[in-house]
């Protein structure tokens, strides 16, 4: 049992950092692409539109797994906020061509609660996360 918690002892701090670091940059992200994102989405959420809660949640896994697959495969605290850096980069890059070429117009049917075709781009948005998680993870 000893050396268990000798382990949990020496890891605990660096764990911390690690979770301070990720987190920032992934609230950081998040913060981002909300601003723009043309629609005021945290204000639709609010008065109850559905559409752009789905938007915002899938935002919010979709960031998160390109996150996780940078932690995989640490080897530092600045490997893994370079890599998470420029994955998030990379990802709110996507996003954006995913919204402006694929599905033009989507802002405004977010704005005005379309469901279908919200649910599609979050399934591109989720789906386009986990192909790059897993291209970062190798």
């Keep these: 049992m000893q050396p268990a918690f000798e ?15 990720v987190a920032a940059i ?5 913060f981002v692409y ?3 994102t043309p629609h005021k989405e945290i204000e639709l959420i609010q008065s109850g539109n559905i559409a752009a809660a789905i938007h915002l949640s899938s ?9 996780a697959a940078c932690l995989i495969n640490k080897f530092s605290l600045f490997d893994v906020g370079i890599w998470t850096a420029f994955a998030l980069l990379l990802q709110l890059f996507l996003f954006r061509v995913t919204d402006y070429i694929i599905f033009r117009g989507m802002s405004e049917r977010i704005e005005q609660g379309e469901v ?4 599609v781009l979050a399934s591109f948005k989720l789906a386009g996360s986990l192909i790059l998680a897993f291209a970062i993870a190798g």
């Excluded at 382990?7 to 670091?21: C, E, K, N, T, V």
């Excluded at 935002?59 to 996150?67: D, E, K, Q, T, Y």
């Design 34 to 36: 909300i601003k723009l």
């Design 116 to 119: 279908g075709p919200t649910i």
């Design 7 to 21: 382990s949990l002892a020496a890891g605990f701090p660096q764990l911390i950092f690690y979770l301070i670091m």
């Design 59 to 67: 935002l919010i896994f979709s960031l998160a797994m390109p996150v």
């Design 26 to 30: 992934y609230l950081s992200a998040i």
